[in-house]
């Protein structure tokens, strides 16, 4: 081999090693807390009066070292729920239902009585994300949720 082609494969290796190994930028549509959205899923599960009692604010995701978020009481009945991600804030949200507000909500359905006020939380809960990586479904989903579905 010449010297020009070693050079050049050992800088494509170089560049591939540096790639690998360099850490991802994130642009800012990725970290965003989408609030909007957020709110839409919960209009679609819950009663208008229960979905006024829902505050869903946004935590700075660079003062946390993994997702989370955070439940407590607000004035006027609110429950305020906070995150560092849209999936945080969902999950916190979906994590008082269950606990807090005594429901169930799946694929399947929901148990709601969208007659009730809900409920205040007694405290202030904090819950970090207990997996580096989420991701919708799994390889069993098909044979448990599936056949149940109707989208």
Do not use: C, Q
């Given at each position: 081999?010449?010297?020009?082609?070693?050079?050049?494969?050992?800088?494509?290796?170089?560049?591939?090693?540096?790639?690998?190994?360099?850490?991802?930028?994130i642009n800012a549509e990725?970290?965003?807390?989408?609030?909007?959205?957020?709110?839409?899923?919960?209009?679609?599960w819950l009663s208008s009066e229960q979905v006024d009692q829902i505050e869903l604010k946004a935590l700075d995701d660079k003062e946390y070292n993994q997702e989370i978020f955070k439940i407590r009481s607000g004035s006027n009945d609110s429950?305020?729920?906070?995150?560092?991600?849209?999936?945080?804030?969902?999950?916190?949200?979906?994590?008082?239902?269950?606990?807090?507000?005594?429901?169930?909500?799946?694929?399947?359905?929901?148990?709601?009585?969208?007659?009730?006020?809900?409920?205040q939380p007694k405290e202030e809960i904090v819950k970090h994300a207990s997996v580096e990586n989420r991701y919708a479904l799994n390889d069993t989903d098909e044979g448990y949720n599936d056949p149940y579905a109707d989208w």
């Open positions: 081999m010449n010297k020009k082609f070693k050079k050049f494969l050992l800088l494509m290796l170089m560049l591939l090693v540096i790639s690998i190994i360099a850490p991802r930028t990725e970290t965003s807390v989408s609030i909007k959205e957020a709110n839409k899923l919960i209009e679609r429950i305020i729920i906070e995150g560092t991600s849209t999936s945080s804030l969902l999950m916190g949200w979906n994590w008082y239902m269950k606990y807090e507000a005594n429901t169930n909500i799946s694929i399947n359905g929901k148990n709601i009585d969208s007659s009730k006020k809900l409920p």
